[in-house]
């Protein structure tokens, strides 16, 4: 929720000690198609959070939240957004805040230590969110390092949001790893920053390639390439409806330990409270939908809610990742199906999350607590493997999978696995 907003200091309107007034109602939707306009005061200048698509120099004003945070709001922001964000659960209720509307934060922000309170032990800090490490020099250097992808768009259709949601690239000098979750392809590129717009030509792992342009900022890479592999290369950044080409958005993310210590592991339990994990690092969680079946009465494909927990890490030019995800099922679903049922369609479903060719060496079964699960070796068809492991918990099903073993040992993907405490529903 919105508590203040900066206003332009040249309006003049009655106030107690004269000058412009500073208390101002926001124009509901029969009163005004554009509420923000009034408080529209300043330009957007960055800022330390950068996770935004904003450009610098885009007008706009300044918020402070209910819970204390300040955000550049974007005049181009839409008034049904706006007036969301001025009522008490709007902000709660918009996974993507943080690109409508960047947080600004303070680089000398610091955290307050209590000390030990009446009764009870001495109060812990919760620890600094990881920033990703964001290279300094030309572009060459600038370009490198783990990007996930926001946004899609082919041909003027929209990447599925479950597709955005999984997919990482990791660039390094030269080269690059696409994929999602441990599974990911090489290729390598080159660019030239000295053109208008600035060009890539990209080449994937079985020769091909694609001659397409970028943009670059500390946080953002937008790419723009052809499908047609000898196709002319693009003039702008947009892939409208037969254009024949492909569109990405893609936020920098921090890399977690790839040799963790014993302080970097810490607890993580997600907004549903329905479980606890240790992860090495600060990980991300984010809400998809993805299709679990055709539905033959109403013609429509079927999809489920799942939130996914990641935390990718990095060495060399490789990377892998540590990821939990949980389904909710259908009520009584998954006990009339059977448990072996269960689980051979929750075998298959790793398949066919994984490349085509893949296979499974190995299958044994888990517990945590009173949940049954099972653990699968996943071999690629390039090489690399990942374990994962499912439980049955209720109506729900919760996925654990680390990999590749090049980049977290098993000791660490052990570590992993064995935390995991799911609580009740």
């Known amino acids: 929720m919105i508590a203040f907003l900066a206003v332009p200091g040249d309006h003049k309107a009655p106030w107690l000690a004269g000058g412009g007034a500073t208390l101002r109602g926001v124009a509901d939707v029969d009163e005004g198609p554009q509420p923000l306009a009034p408080f529209v005061c300043l330009k957007y200048e960055g800022g330390a959070d950068k996770k935004s698509a904003v450009p610098v120099g885009t007008k706009g004003t300044l918020a402070v939240m209910g819970d204390g945070k300040v955000r550049f709001v974007p005049a181009m922001l839409p008034p049904a957004t706006f007036r969301a964000l001025c009522t008490i659960d709007g902000a709660a209720a918009m996974e993507n805040l943080d690109e409508l509307c960047p947080v600004l934060r303070d680089p000398n922000e610091r955290v307050i230590k209590t000390g030990k309170l009446p009764g009870k032990g001495p109060a812990k800090a919760s620890a600094p969110k990881a920033e990703p490490v964001i290279p300094k020099g030309p572009d060459s250097e600038r370009i490198q390092g783990l990007w996930k992808v926001v946004r899609g768009t082919e041909d003027g259709k929209a990447m599925p949001a479950e597709m955005a949601g999984l997919m990482r690239v990791l660039i390094t000098k030269g080269t690059f790893a696409i994929g999602a979750i441990g599974k990911f392809e090489k290729g390598s590129y080159t660019i030239d920053p000295s053109k208008s717009p600035k060009e890539i030509d990209l080449v994937s792992p079985k020769g091909e390639g694609g001659k397409g342009i970028y943009e670059l900022t500390d946080r ?3 790419l723009c390439v052809p499908k047609d592999d000898n196709a ?5 950044l947009a892939a409208p409806k037969g254009s024949g080409l492909a569109l990405m958005t893609l936020e920098r993310i921090a890399l977690g330990p790839s040799n963790p210590t014993s ?7 997600p907004k549903s409270k329905a479980y606890t ?10 809400k998809l939908e993805v299709p679990i079946g055709f539905d033959p ?13 990641t935390l990718e890490v990095g060495k060399g030019e490789d990377f892998g990742a540590y990821a939990v ?10 006990k009339q199906q059977g448990e072996e049922n269960a689980f051979k369609g929750a075998k298959e479903g790793a398949l066919k999350m994984s490349p085509p060719g893949s296979r499974i060496t190995s299958e044994k079964a888990v517990k945590s607590g009173d949940h049954n699960g099972r653990e699968w070796l996943v071999a690629f068809p390039e090489g690399g493997t990942a374990r994962i492991r499912v439980y049955l918990a209720g109506d729900r099903v919760v996925s ?16 992993f696995f064995d935390s995991l405490k799911i609580g009740k529903r």
């Open 220 to 222: 953002r890479l937008t």
């Open 232 to 236: 002319e290369r693009p003039k702008k």
């Open 263 to 269: 302080k970097d592991w810490q607890d993580f339990t």
């Open 277 to 286: 994990v240790r992860f090495p690092g600060d990980p991300t969680e984010a």
């Open 297 to 309: 009465q109403t013609k429509t494909l079927k999809k489920a809610a799942l939130s996914l927990i």
């Open 325 to 334: 995800t949980e389904m909710q099922a259908d009520a009584g679903a998954l």
């Open 400 to 415: 654990m999978q680390a990999g590749p073993p090049s980049v977290i040992a098993d000791k660490d993907a052990d570590a």
